[in-house]
């Protein structure tokens, strides 16, 4: 499990209703049409009604386990910052993490019976693990291009810089095509390449 | 024949759909619950076979046994403790046999991810005697279920198919044959009353069968590919099946591995081989050592759950530090500690925003001064004024604050029985069971008989939202549509009732909160059994959003009433009370707004 380029355990967190399984469905297929093993796991059932949500993705030639072992995922990609703060104990040393700057408050924190954490805080666990932190504005910038649903392919756009194995740009756009309506598709893909330019730098 | 094959990303649910589809299942049946639903959601789609979701997992396994013995193929799916409620037409199966072959898929849940307890239901094989077997991931759930089909015509029992939510929702690479023969049967029922009418001289002659059969299937346990020998150093021997050997698999990267697909009954020669070839055996399962007592009653010595947790899911951590604690592995290979960051808020599950259960529950919550009594961990000392018995469902969340609407929930339909123990118990508060459209079909019904007849002084809310929403909106038989999506028969739950001999019975509308009020109350004061049906469609069903509310900050004084809804849409924003508009369901909804004691809360952010 030494050679990074050969295996890639990708954490995929946020709150249901952010397109968490979308993502992951499309980057496993991806992943699978060049020819590479993948196991997938999500979870589904209560935690769909507003709660947490993780996909564990992994990729490999040949990948055993579908879950990702604690501290060992060289990529979380999270939607949101209290959910990247509760998963910041998978990320292998030195692995990368990628948090969208958003906070979605749950219902404790109305009630003031709890507090949502800083972002010094999350940051800081963060980088007692690696130097290899991104905060990306992605809702602001998926608002900007007309629909914050588009936020899970702007996180695989920004993924798809990171990811050390070669999907091409046709394998990423016949994979998105494979899981969204026709209709939809061009503003999709225009979150993708958003995602992109904001992991070379152009839009931060 | 062309073959032509396809690798496709399929969960194991997938998998064993597309296994039996090709394997020549005609008929299937099953009751939505997790992690199995999506089983009978994706046979429903083929229309060469007859799908459908029974009332609960009782008639399914029935539906079952009556579609084999016409000698079809057939499916029937549950999660763990459906096949509690379906034990005992599954012992009468296990007792009569097939015609067609029988396959009975149970998911288990390890880790209790969405039920109400866990259960190991390896132990049903062993009870039933009947084979068992169980894939480790998506490809071998589509391969094994042509196997199960096979075994279970040629030793005359039904098969045992044994999921966990892990194999049952993992994703994994699956080569399908698309040119899988779906040849018809033979369909036709051989009057035969020995075996199939299980008077108690027949079932004594089926008993012999059932053990003469376990005694062959323990001869095919020796040499059957569902079983596979993997060699290795000759060191450590793992025996393992399930999800547990692609954890193990991954940890011990030289031992050799006894991997089980059939597991149950167990090959003793085989295994005392394997046991031979090693140094020392060490068993790794999930949950009870079901393996490791069979293999030790075999006189042979092995490890396991001294070291391997009994409870919970396994994961490649898991193994490596029991495997460390056996001394067969090294602590130095065992993963670093893992970084967390302390206090974090938690993130439970919700009812939606435009619920049509949250208007019921607010009233609930606001009867009995519950929130007085009960302290911040639902606890007291003394009754409140009113407790609530609870059901499975969505609704089973009004639990969480700030609603804190349920005092128990323990299996399908058990809200109206406990209701009635508690008042035939005598306490002192009034008893409210409340139960959801879906559960009330699948279990309830029987209970509500048991109140008339009984004269229970109980009020039975029942929350008709139409569908079976916590396991993905599945139809049942109030729904009006079939599995398979044609039109039926809606079964009128207010009929139903009346039927029964409920003299009190009103139906209000869930978003009428001043009607729901008052229809609880009255039912909650009565003095005998009455029945509130609440009727609002599923927030998710229902697309309809207009007139999302807005809060007039001007009016506001931010007194947190409309926080105890619960509502997700509803937050404090930097102190002050806001109504998130991509959230709010609108006029379709608007509990906030009735409920609104300054009537801040409108369509155009003015005073509603």
Known sequence: MSNHQHKQDILMVGVGGQGIVLASDILGDAALDMGLDVKKTDTLGMAQRGGSVTSHLRIGQKVWSPLINAPEADILLAFEKLEAARWVGFLRSGGTAVINNLAIPPLSISLGTQVYPEDAAVLGSFRSVTEKVHLVNGTDRVAGLGDIRTLNIFMLGYLSRILPMEITDVQWEKSIARHLPAKILDLNKRAFKAGREAADGVNI | ?608
């Not at chain 2, 096949?83 to 998911?107: E, I, K, Q």
């Not at chain 2, 139903?496 to 009103?506: F, R, T």
């Open chain 2, 1 to 608: 024949m062309i073959m032509s094959k396809i690798r496709k990303l399929l969960s194991g649910n997938e998998a064993i759909a597309m296994g039996a589809y090709h394997a020549g299942v005609r008929v299937a049946t099953a009751y939505p619950g997790t992690p199995s639903t999506e089983i009978l959601e994706n046979l429903s789609k083929f229309k060469d076979l007859y799908a459908e979701w029974s009332t609960n997992e009782k008639v399914a396994m029935e539906v079952g046994l009556g579609a084999c013995y016409a000698g079809v193929r057939t499916m029937v799916s549950m999660k763990h403790v459906g096949l509690n409620v379906a034990a005992d037409p599954f012992m009468a199966a296990a007792t009569t046999g097939v015609h067609g072959g029988l396959v009975v898929v149970s998911a288990d849940d390890p880790g209790i991810h969405s039920s109400q307890g866990e259960q190991d239901n390896r132990h049903f094989a062993r009870l039933g005697r009947v084979p068992m077997i169980e894939p480790a991931d998506s490809q071998e759930a589509y391969d094994f279920i042509a196997a199960a089909y096979e075994m279970s015509e040629r030793f005359d029992t039904p098969v045992l198919f044994r999921i966990t939510t892990r194999v049952a929702h993992s994703k994994s690479v699956v080569e399908i044959d698309m040119g899988a023969d779906r040849a018809e049967r033979n369909k036709y029922f051989h009057h035969h009353v020995e075996k199939y009418v299980m008077l108690p001289g027949h079932a004594r002659l089926r008993v012999p069968h059932m053990h003469r059969r376990m005694a062959e299937l323990t001869e095919l346990a020796e040499v059957t590919s569902l079983n596979q020998l993997i060699e290795g150093d000759g060191q450590t021997g793992i025996i393992t099946s399930g999800v547990s050997y692609e954890y193990a698999r991954e940890v011990f990267q030289t031992a050799s591995f006894l991997k089980l697909g059939l597991i149950y009954p167990l090959p003793p020669h085989l295994i005392q081989r394997f046991a031979g070839q090693v140094k020392k055996l060490f068993v790794i399962e999930e949950l009870d050592p079901f393996l490791e007592d069979t293999i030790r009653a075999m006189g042979i010595h092995v490890e396991g759950k001294k070291h391997v947790p009994r409870f919970g899911e396994l994961n490649t951590g898991a193994v490596r530090h029991a495997a460390t604690k056996a001394e067969i592995m090294s602590p130095a290979a065992a993963a670093s500690e893992p970084v967390t960051l302390g206090n974090l808020p938690g993130r439970p599950p919700l009812l939606c925003a435009g619920c049509p259960h949250a208007g019921a529950f607010f009233v609930l919550s606001t009867i009995g001064k519950r929130s007085k009594v009960l302290d911040a961990a639902g606890r007291s000392e003394k009754e409140s004024g009113l407790i609530i018995t609870g059901d499975i469902g969505c609704y089973t969340l009004a639990t969480y604050p700030p609603l804190r609407a349920m005092d128990t929930t323990a299996c399908m339909g058990a809200s109206i029985g406990q209701a009635i123990g508690l008042v035939k118990a005598g306490v002192t508060s009034k008893v409210a069971a409340v139960i959801g459209d879906s559960t009330f079909m699948h279990s309830g019904i029987t209970g509500l008989i048991d109140a008339v007849y009984n004269d229970a002084n109980i009020a039975v809310i029942i929350l008709d939202n139409g569908t079976t929403a916590m396991t993905g909106h599945q139809d049942h038989p109030g729904s009006g549509k079939s599995a398979q999506g044609a039109a039926a028969q809606k079964v009128d739950i207010a009929k139903v009732v009346e039927g029964a001999g409920v003299k009190n019975l009103q139906v209000v509308d869930a978003f009428d909160i001043k009607s729901v009020r008052s229809a609880i109350r009255s039912a909650l004061g009565g003095g005998h059994l009455s029945v509130v049906i609440v009727r609002g469609k599923c927030a998710i069903i229902n697309k309809v959003r207009k007139n999302r509310r807005q809060v007039d900050r001007d009016t506001c004084n931010d007194c947190g009433v409309c926080l105890m809804i619960g509502c997700p849409a509803i937050r404090k924003k930097d102190g002050k009370v806001d109504i998130e508009a991509g959230a709010c369901m609108g006029d379709e909804c608007g509990i906030c707004q009735q409920l609104c004691p300054r009537k801040a809360i409108g369509t155009d952010g003015k005073a509603g």
